[in-house]
């Protein structure tokens, strides 16, 4: 990656597992999420530059337990607020 200016340069450009929304733009996550391990893309283009993928490993996304998210129905925070929104 001599030619990087990436803040994974040092890295060789590794990013490491990416979560498939909020880290990544649109184009990169819809190439890298297509390929299948061992796979490079063609190049890929964002606001960022132009991008080869290698897929090195995929693992899942650790769920949520649903004892995690918020019980209180958003009717029930309106009451409890005294207004339209919380």
Do not use: Y
């Amino acid at each position: 990656m001599k030619n990087s200016q990436c803040p994974s340069a040092p890295r060789g450009g590794d990013l490491d597992f990416i979560a498939r929304k909020w880290m990544v733009e649109e184009p990169f996550a819809k190439a890298a999420f297509a390929m299948k391990v061992g796979d490079l893309s063609d190049i890929v283009t964002t606001d960022f530059g132009l991008h080869l993928i290698l897929v090195t490993d995929r693992k899942r996304a650790p769920r949520r337990r649903l004892s995690r998210w918020p019980t209180r129905s958003a009717s029930a925070c309106w009451k409890s607020c005294g207004r339209r929104r919380c």
